[in-house]
């Protein structure tokens, strides 16, 4: 379990209650959140559905994402000795603290932070800290299980809490054409199907025909870092982009624009690109590719889009 400091705690605050009553009780530890709504940092909200007896469960998290939680554990009038929080996956998911100096004022220098386990002098019999929940791996079956233990009896010292935790994995950046219908230059007007996942085809195009494309690019909840533009044949078909001053209000000194590579500084999570599309030959599989990388973890960092932009013959683009 690493050790960092708390994004939305400017501040840490833990809170322990003495016990002053002496006579211990027959009653394990118990464990509570403060309320049952997760903020997390991609702006979410999750909720702890209550399972069984020690058993809850959190809405499925992105991986990518982390979770803000407030735990209170409560001795019922027994003083708490230790805790311990683990993972069932240490993969996919990860334990963040508050920074050490926080923690050595609250708990003995013979804790173990980097295995989640905290001892306490004995002396509480309540504390209230945060922690977070980084969801870094897609898992299904991934369960934080906390333990406390108190200094009663040996049959009531110990309490059990799990909370089952799944990650979905992130989505990867999307393509997409605003309209389902793009213009021409001659004022024709042609029409995108669909034809599977990532696949699109244009209408015939006439031969000599400058088409009008704009797309749409989201990197989903991650910024954009690379877009690839390319023709399946430069010598039937030519690219024309926007102005060098509009592209360099928006891609890196790095990019080549003449070869279809766009850089851009990982700040923005949408863009929109125009350009032109010129057909100079007749072609049935002639196609436009579109590659977008974004921020997220390389697995799932590539989205890719094709479309087929086929032309007619130049004998049927003269009788019509």
Known sequence: MRIRRFILFSTLILLFFSCNKREKTGAN?????????????????????????????????????????????????????????????????????????ALDSV??????????????????????????????????????TMTAVSDAEEEYNT?????????????????????????????????????????????????GDTIIFEIDMNGVRHNLKELYLSVSNKELAEIILPDKEHLDALFLSSSDYGNGVFYMDGSFSKLKLPFKYYVKGESEELALTFKAVSTVDEEYNTSTLTIRTPVKPAAVAEEQ
């Open 29 to 101: 530890p118990q464990f509570y959140f403060p309320t049952d709504s997760i903020p997390t940092a991609y702006q979410d909200t999750l909720l702890i559905k209550h399972i069984n007896t020690i058993g809850y469960r959190l809405d499925t998290i992105t991986a990518g994402d982390t979770a803000f939680f407030w735990i209170e554990v409560d001795g019922v009038f027994n003083r708490i000795t230790n805790l311990n929080m683990t993972l069932s996956d240490n993969v996919a998911g990860e334990l963040l603290y508050p920074d050490k100096e």
């Open 107 to 144: 708990f003995l220098n013979s804790s173990d932070y980097e295995n989640g386990t905290l001892y306490l002098d004995g002396s509480k019999s309540r504390v209230r800290f945060p922690f977070q929940y980084f969801a870094k791996k897609p898992s299904r079956n991934i369960s934080l």
């Open 159 to 207: 309490g059990v809490f799990v909370l089952k935790a799944p990650i979905r994995r992130p989505k990867s950046p999307q393509i997409s054409f605003p309209k389902d219908t793009l213009f021409t230059a001659q004022n024709d007007t042609l029409r995108i199907s669909r034809v599977s996942a990532g696949n699109y085809i244009l209408d015939k195009a006439n031969l």
